[in-house]
């Protein structure tokens, strides 16, 4: 695909960031599960922290097409920051962009587009994670505010957001017309952290579940309509997955640059192992898999760009980006033999890392269920 002169400039500038901020400590980050939180401030200087959101509300005013450039450019070298990054403009963001009131724009979106709030997006629960209909957490009204009680789970920068958006049944008997979304601000009587989840990979980013105890939150802070919540949740996932998609990419991305780098510097029956054979056809398989995925990220963002219906090619971005990130982080493994298992080269933090990206926002399985039914649809 042709890029514009912007679009080439915001990827020019994510590389650099990720080559700068990110290169030098993403390993010791992993390590110890430490948040990025300088880098994550510059983000936010960038304009990269709400992308797509119009300059007015303190966003970058850029496409999803610039969007998914720079997820792939950080996410290439550290897919941590690449989450967080991806969770505050596709899932929070977007969300009060698109349907937040003149008020929750003017004190919340602001903020947290110019990066300096980070937000988190809590539908999953104990026991509603694929089956996000499922609402156990409920907002009963009472005079001017809803009162929340119940459980979230799996809240990627639930530890370090300053305002949740929660997503809960506010007439239960009404199914998923009768759940609504809500900006939760930290610190309110009630809301408490969990402790932090102990994960296989993307751990620098935080992952915590939440608890509401009679949390009393302003009516005000309801997004949309009274029941409008597990609509407005599909329509978040649904660019939220592009941003996966994109993340994966960039893990995908970083295997094959690693194995390259590699292939040509090692060497083994007195040659570089690039010139064997059955490295060739790895190297050969694994970018052709990239390509394919990049193109189906492209196209899904393009399709968004344009105002067109765009969750199948979300969907079929995901999946598709997804597997290829797990098997090029395997066959880059593979590649670096011994010296890929060590955590020296890189190359195991990215198999960490890409196993997440078939499992949230929707696993796999989700996805061909999106696709199928599209397909199937009468
Ligand atoms: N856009 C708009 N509306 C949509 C929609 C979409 N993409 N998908 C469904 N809807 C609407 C339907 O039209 C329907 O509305 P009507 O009743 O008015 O016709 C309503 O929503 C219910 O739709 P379904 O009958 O299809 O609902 P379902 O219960 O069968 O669920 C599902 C569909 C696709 C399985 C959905 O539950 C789902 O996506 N599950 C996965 C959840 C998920 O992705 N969780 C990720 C958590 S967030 C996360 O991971 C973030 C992080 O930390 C990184």
Redesign the pocket.
Same mark, same amino acid.
């Given at each position: 695909m042709q890029l514009n002169e912007t679009q080439v400039l915001v990827k020019e500038t994510a590389r650099q960031f990720a080559a700068e901020m990110l290169a030098p400590t993403a390993d010791q980050r992993d390590e110890r599960e430490e948040f990025p939180t300088e880098a994550v401030k510059k983000l936010g200087e960038l304009g990269f922290m709400g992308m797509m959101v119009p300059e007015e509300f303190g966003g970058a005013g850029l496409d999803a097409i610039s969007y998914v450039l720079a997820m792939e450019e950080i996410s290439r070298v550290d897919a941590s920051c690449g989450?967080i990054m991806s969770?505050n403009n596709s !899932?929070v963001c977007y969300g009060l962009s698109e349907y937040g009131t003149p008020e929750q724009k003017e004190k919340y979106l602001k903020p947290l587009a110019s990066g300096k709030m980070l937000g988190a997006?809590a539908?999953?629960e104990p026991e509603a994670?694929?089956?996000?209909?499922n609402q156990r957490t409920t907002a009963t009204i009472d005079g001017d505010a809803y009162v929340l009680n119940g459980t979230k789970n799996?809240?990627?920068n639930g530890y370090n957001a300053d305002i949740v958006i929660v997503i809960a049944a506010t007439k239960p008997s009404a199914g998923?017309?009768g759940i609504s979304a809500f900006i939760v601000e930290k610190g309110l009587p009630g809301f408490t952290i969990g402790k932090k989840e102990r994960k296989l990979g993307i751990r620098s980013s935080d992952t915590v579940s939440l608890s509401f105890e009679d949390v009393r939150v302003p009516a005000t802070n309801r997004i949309g309509e009274d029941g409008f919540g597990?609509?407005f949740a599909?329509?978040t !996932?649904?660019g939220?997955r592009i941003g996966?998609a994109a993340q994966a990419l960039g893990i995908a991305q970083g295997c094959l640059d690693a194995s390259i780098k590699y292939a040509k510097e090692r060497k083994a029956f007195d040659k570089p192992i690039a010139e064997l054979q059955a490295i060739q056809f790895k190297i050969a398989d694994m970018a052709t898999e990239i390509e394919a995925a990049r193109g189906l990220v492209y196209s899904a963002a393009q399709m968004k760009d344009r105002g067109e219906k765009f969750?199948k090619a979300a969907a079929m971005a995901k999946l598709h980006a997804s597997r290829t990130a797990v098997h090029s982080a395997l066959d880059a493994i593979q590649i670096h033999g011994g010296y890929g298992y060590i955590r020296e080269y890189h190359v195991e933090r990215y198999l960490r890392d890409a196993k997440i990206t078939e499992i949230?926002?929707?696993t796999s399985e989700?996805q061909r269920?999106?696709i199928a039914?599209d397909l199937l649809r009468g």
């Amino acid at each position: 695909m042709q890029l514009n002169e912007t679009q080439v400039l915001v990827k020019e500038t994510a590389r650099q960031f990720a080559a700068e901020m990110l290169a030098p400590t993403a390993d010791q980050r992993d390590e110890r599960e430490e948040f990025p939180t300088e880098a994550v401030k510059k983000l936010g200087e960038l304009g990269f922290m709400g992308m797509m959101v119009p300059e007015e509300f303190g966003g970058a005013g850029l496409d999803a097409i610039s969007y998914v450039l720079a997820m792939e450019e950080i996410s290439r070298v550290d897919a941590s920051c690449g989450v967080i990054m991806s969770v505050n403009n596709s !899932l929070v963001c977007y969300g009060l962009s698109e349907y937040g009131t003149p008020e929750q724009k003017e004190k919340y979106l602001k903020p947290l587009a110019s990066g300096k709030m980070l937000g988190a997006f809590a539908l999953s629960e104990p026991e509603a994670g694929s089956d996000a209909s499922n609402q156990r957490t409920t907002a009963t009204i009472d005079g001017d505010a809803y009162v929340l009680n119940g459980t979230k789970n799996w809240i990627t920068n639930g530890y370090n957001a300053d305002i949740v958006i929660v997503i809960a049944a506010t007439k239960p008997s009404a199914g998923v017309h009768g759940i609504s979304a809500f900006i939760v601000e930290k610190g309110l009587p009630g809301f408490t952290i969990g402790k932090k989840e102990r994960k296989l990979g993307i751990r620098s980013s935080d992952t915590v579940s939440l608890s509401f105890e009679d949390v009393r939150v302003p009516a005000t802070n309801r997004i949309g309509e009274d029941g409008f919540g597990f609509k407005f949740a599909m329509r978040t !996932l649904d660019g939220g997955r592009i941003g996966i998609a994109a993340q994966a990419l960039g893990i995908a991305q970083g295997c094959l640059d690693a194995s390259i780098k590699y292939a040509k510097e090692r060497k083994a029956f007195d040659k570089p192992i690039a010139e064997l054979q059955a490295i060739q056809f790895k190297i050969a398989d694994m970018a052709t898999e990239i390509e394919a995925a990049r193109g189906l990220v492209y196209s899904a963002a393009q399709m968004k760009d344009r105002g067109e219906k765009f969750s199948k090619a979300a969907a079929m971005a995901k999946l598709h980006a997804s597997r290829t990130a797990v098997h090029s982080a395997l066959d880059a493994i593979q590649i670096h033999g011994g010296y890929g298992y060590i955590r020296e080269y890189h190359v195991e933090r990215y198999l960490r890392d890409a196993k997440i990206t078939e499992i949230y926002e929707g696993t796999s399985e989700i996805q061909r269920l999106v696709i199928a039914r599209d397909l199937l649809r009468g």
